[in-house]
């Protein structure tokens, strides 16, 4: 039994290898799985920042939101992305946070600009989120994500009165040998491209360091590294130490 529902998982991951197509991405160094079609992820995201936009409270106001604005311009600039539009928001949220889509559309809490001390430490943020853009994150997560999903479903198919144990267990490693670690991957990337994009801006690069540092004091509880999306704390800082002292910064 479970060779079979070993051998079963290899034919699913054969599958879903065939499936894929890869591309090179320059500034990241690597090639990446890449399925999804541009414009259709463009335009999801479009529809996603709206409805944020429509349910979610929003700052008004004017000097955190210029703030926002002024260094998220700055940034974007640095990382060569003018020749796209971009868009800010600040969410009303005391949970420090921050995110981006891929059609360029980048909310901060509240929360984060209660933590950051300083313009350098909001570029940190901000240069991080436009990493995450021009590492092509979201079309990789998806993409992967969807190859998994249907990887599992030939498998399922396939295996006959083992299916449900072949989908259970390849769920299992699914989730924490595939698309986990490749999200803490692109977290350190986007680190890496943020510290870069900061720098280029004249911001100070060591003040990402300082930042990660307030985020690591003001948790409450911690995940395991194996099981979250993201870097432990202690990996965030120790890379972003070494590549900074790697650039000379």
């Known amino acids: 039994m479970k060779k079979t529902i070993r051998t079963t998982i290899a034919v699913a991951a054969l599958a879903v290898s065939s499936l894929g197509a890869c591309a090179y991405n ?11 079609d541009d414009a259709s992820l463009v335009q999801q995201a479009d529809v996603a920042w709206a409805e944020a936009l429509r349910t979610q409270p929003i700052s008004r106001d004017a000097a955190l939101n210029q703030r926002v604005r002024r260094i998220g311009d700055r940034i974007v600039q640095a990382a060569g992305l003018t020749n796209r539009s971009w868009d800010y928001a600040v969410f009303v949220n005391d949970s420090p946070n921050a995110f981006v ?7 901060v809490t509240t929360g984060l600009l ?4 300083n ?7 901000l240069g991080h ?33 083992y299916g449900q144990a072949v989908g259970s267990i390849g769920g299992l490693a699914a989730q924490y040998g595939v698309l986990l670690p490749y999200s803490r991957r692109d977290e350190l990337e986007a680190d890496r491209l943020g510290v870069d994009y900061l720098a280029a801006a004249g911001f100070r690069p060591a003040e990402s360091v300082a930042l990660w540092r307030l985020m690591a004091a003001q948790r409450q ?24 002292a790697s650039r000379g910064w």
Do not use: C, M, W
């Open 114 to 117: 209660a933590l950051v001390r």
């Open 129 to 161: 989120e436009v990493g995450h853009v021009v590492g092509r994150h979201a079309a990789e997560r998806y993409s992967s994500t969807a190859l998994t999903s249907v990887g599992l479903q030939i498998a399922q198919g396939a295996s006959g009165d």
């Open 221 to 244: 509880t911690a995940t395991p590294e194996f099981a979250s999306t993201h870097p432990s704390d202690t990996t965030r800082i120790a890379e972003l130490e070494r590549y900074i």
């Open 119 to 125: 313009d350098d430490q909001l570029a940190a943020v």
């Open 26 to 36: 320059e500034t990241l160094g690597r090639n990446q799985l890449l399925i999804v």
């Open 101 to 107: 889509l891929p059609s360029g559309k980048i909310g």
